[in-house]
C-alpha cells in the first residue's frame, strides 16, 4: 500500500526566514497531494494542495512543488510568522482509492521571535 | 454551516467499557472518515464510507465499527475500550475523490 516519509520531524526557524519540508511517496498511481496545518487542539485543515499534472503551485506565502519521477513533493513557506507555528501534515491519495489519503507523520513548526 | 462536529470532545472510559463516539456533518458529501492520532503521530484510517448503507475498512479497524444510515452522520463505536485506544480521534469528510477533506475537532478518549 501506500506509504508517505515526512522530514523533518521538528524544524524551528527565526521570523522573517524560509521554511521547508518534504515528504515521499511510494505509489506511483498517486494523483493528489494534500498538505493540512494542525494547531494545537484542533482538527487538521488544508492549507494547499496539488494535483499531479501541476508541477508547483504557490498561494501568497505558501508554495508546494511536486517531482513525480522522483516521487517526492515539498512546501516552502517563505517570510514566516509567529502564526506559522503549528503541526504540519503532507499526504497522497489516488482516485481509485476512493479519496483515502495516507499521511506522513508531521512536522512541529516553531517559528523563533 | 458548522462543517463536520463531533461528539463529545473528551472523554475518560474505564477498560471493557464500551462507547458511541458522534459525527455529523452538514455539507451534503458523501465520502467521510474517522482517524486516530497518536501523540506525535500521523493520522492513520480507521472506517471510511462513500455513503449512505457503504462502509469500509481502513488501516487500523479492529477494535472499531461504524455505520452510516443517513448521509449526515457517521458514528464509530468502541464496544470493549482497551488501554491502546487511548486517542484522539477525528472524523472528516469530503465531496468526492481528489478532493480536500474537511476535519471536525476531534475526541480525546483515554481509557484507564
Known amino acids: 500500500g501506500e506509504n508517505v516519509e515526512q522530514h523533518p520531524s521538528t524544524l524551528s526557524v527565526q521570523e522573517g526566514d524560509s521554511a521547508v519540508i518534504k515528504c515521499t511517496y511510494s505509489?506511483?498511481?498517486?494523483?493528489?497531494f494534500p498538505w493540512y496545518k494542525q494547531e494545537l487542539g484542533k482538527g487538521p485543515q488544508l492549507i494547499i494542495d496539488?494535483?499531479?499534472?501541476?508541477g508547483e503551485k504557490k498561494d501568497q506565502r505558501i508554495a508546494v512543488t511536486l517531482n513525480k519521477t522522483a516521487k517526492h513533493f515539498s512546501l516552502h513557506i517563505t517570510e514566516t510568522q509567529p502564526e506559522d507555528s503549528a503541526v504540519y501534515f503532507c499526504?497522497?491519495?489516488?482516485?481509485?482509492?476512493?479519496?483515502?489519503?495516507?499521511f506522513g507523520s508531521g512536522t512541529r513548526l516553531s517559528i523563533r521571535p | 454551516n458548522a462543517g463536520v462536529t463531533q461528539t463529545p470532545k473528551f472523554r475518560i472510559l474505564k477498560i471493557g467499557q464500551s462507547m458511541t463516539l458522534q459525527c455529523t456533518q452538514d455539507?451534503?458529501?458523501?465520502?467521510m472518515y474517522w482517524y486516530r492520532q497518536d501523540p506525535g503521530m500521523g493520522l492513520k484510517l480507521i472506517y471510511y464510507?462513500?455513503?449512505?448503507?457503504?462502509?469500509d475498512k481502513g488501516e487500523v479497524p479492529n477494535g472499531y465499527n461504524v455505520s452510516r444510515s443517513t448521509t449526515e452522520d457517521f458514528p464509530l463505536r468502541l464496544e470493549l475500550a482497551a488501554p491502546s485506544q487511548t486517542s484522539v480521534y477525528f472524523c472528516?469528510?469530503?465531496?468526492?475523490?481528489?478532493?480536500?477533506?474537511?476535519f471536525g475537532d476531534g475526541t480525546r478518549l483515554s481509557i484507564l
Open positions: 464510507s462513500v455513503g449512505a448503507g457503504i462502509t
Open positions: 472528516a469528510s469530503t465531496i468526492g475523490a481528489e478532493q480536500p477533506q474537511h
Open positions: 505509489d506511483s498511481a498517486s494523483n493528489y
Open positions: 496539488i494535483r499531479s499534472n501541476v
Open positions: 499526504a497522497a491519495s489516488s482516485y481509485s482509492s476512493a479519496s483515502k489519503i495516507i
Open positions: 455539507m451534503n458529501h458523501n465520502y
